[in-house]
């Protein structure tokens, strides 16, 4: 954790920005506060990107406070405080004190403008994002420093490692379910251990996950499998259900989802691989479903139902060279490294040894048939028709089944597939 002296010195670039922002709201009678993750992250040291401001003016005076002096404004959420600005290449969002209250059918707050800092920051999901910093840091004095404000323990707990709410966690996590999804990605992120009433708070709420967009539930799953090592993240959803509410639409801590945080902690894959292999206990078919109902994108779909087919067809069939050389053949040459670390996930060390021979002893990344379409209309004197399709079909499944052929074989093959066929 550093020092408030380290923080304004490590603020300084932004301070250029903010700061002459922050004394136009000052010199109109209002205060401006740094907030939320930019705080947290510059008090562990790591860089801070997302620039948020929260202030007691309303809308209408953050604009005029903002000046025209932008290289960009953005209104879109002005009717819930937030007005975006684009300052020296810097994006930053200035969002009314909230003093808001959510309807228990919907996670969408029923804005109410407040005037406290406090109660602001009371209403964040985590103590560590519920930290600020008054504007304008002083820059001129000798000992200047920055004034953390910290009225929930936030700076505390990130020394602690420890994940707690503002408010009682059942008042948070029924405000906003998502922050059920939340609190793992921040757990797994910053190594954090939550508060035993959190834990059982996420337990109690899972099934209000439903209320939440399955947009934004899938968002959040993507960002705890892109960590590095989202195990205690996935622990945690494990333990309180939420993992079942995510992926199945249901919270009955049946063991339908084929989930083993280690193995997805250890692999060397991304989000694709991890994502693949914490849904492999669905199968493929069960995959596709959870992932449409996810509204996952085609392609994100597509590739994760596309290994663990894969992965599917090599356990059928075993480890065979025929059977590892269709599964990468069905995957394409841009998934078969992703393959191989599904099946590293999967302890499958025999698929994994086979995969590694095949690769260096043929190229799994040229597995069509070995003559175009070009090449079989001149060789067999054929007409274009379906014919030469079925042709490159057989040749592909030679190859499949019984390895490379130099073209020479290839052509012998074909010879004695169209006499046959004749």
């Known amino acids: 954790m550093i020092s408030s002296a380290e923080i304004t010195q490590r603020l300084q670039p932004l301070v250029q920005v903010v700061n002459p922002l922050a004394e136009r709201f000052v010199a109109a009678g209002f205060r401006l506060y740094l907030v939320g993750g930019i705080v947290r992250d510059l008090l562990l040291g790591q860089p801070g990107y997302d620039v948020d401001l929260t202030t007691d003016a309303r809308p209408a005076d953050i604009k005029r406070c903002i000046g025209r002096e932008v290289e960009a404004l953005w209104t879109q959420g002005e009717r819930f405080g937030t007005i975006g600005v684009r300052l020296a290449s810097w994006d930053l969002e200035i969002t009314t004190h909230r003093a808001e209250a959510y309807d228990p059918e919907s996670r969408k707050p029923s804005v109410s403008f407040g005037d406290d800092l406090d109660e602001d920051l009371s209403r964040r999901d985590f103590t560590i994002n519920a930290i600020a910093i008054e504007l304008p840091v002083p820059v001129t004095a000798n000992d200047a420093v920055a004034v953390i404000l910290d009225p929930y323990g936030g700076v505390a707990d990130l020394t602690a490692s420890i994940l707690r709410t503002p408010l ?83 919270r009955d801590l049946a063991d339908d989802v084929g989930r083993s945080t280690l193995e997805l902690a250890a692999s060397e894959g991304g989000p694709l691989v991890r994502r693949a292999g914490l849904l492999s206990g669905l199968g493929s078919e069960g995959a596709d479903e959870a992932l449409r109902s996810l509204r996952y994108s085609n392609q994100h779909r597509r590739d994760t139902v596309r290994l663990l087919t894969a992965i599917e067809m090599i356990q059928s069939a075993g480890p065979t060279d025929a059977s590892v050389r269709r599964a990468a053949a069905l995957v394409g040459k841009d998934l078969v490294d992703d393959l191989r670390k599904l099946a590293i996930n999967q302890g499958d060390a025999e698929a994994v040894a086979t995969l590694d021979r095949l690769s260096t002893s043929e190229n799994l990344s040229d597995l069509d048939s070995p003559l175009s379409g070009a090449e079989i209309l001149t060789i067999g004197g054929l007409e274009p028709g379906p014919r030469v399709g079925e042709a490159q079909k057989y040749l592909q499944n030679h190859r499949l089944e019984h390895g490379p052929m130099s073209h020479s074989e290839a052509v012998e093959l074909l010879s004695r597939w169209l006499r046959q066929d004749s």
């Open 168 to 250: 009682s966690p059942d008042v948070s996590f029924n405000d906003d379910p998502l922050r059920l999804m939340r609190a793992a990605r921040f757990a797994a992120r910053f190594k954090l251990a939550p508060e035993p009433g959190l834990e059982q708070a996420a337990f109690d709420h899972a099934s209000r996950l439903s209320i939440v967009s399955p947009e934004r539930v899938a968002g959040e799953l993507e960002r705890l499998l892109a960590l590095p090592d989202p195990s205690t993240g996935l622990a945690l959803l494990d333990r309180t259900g939420v993992l079942d509410q995510a992926i199945l639409g249901r």
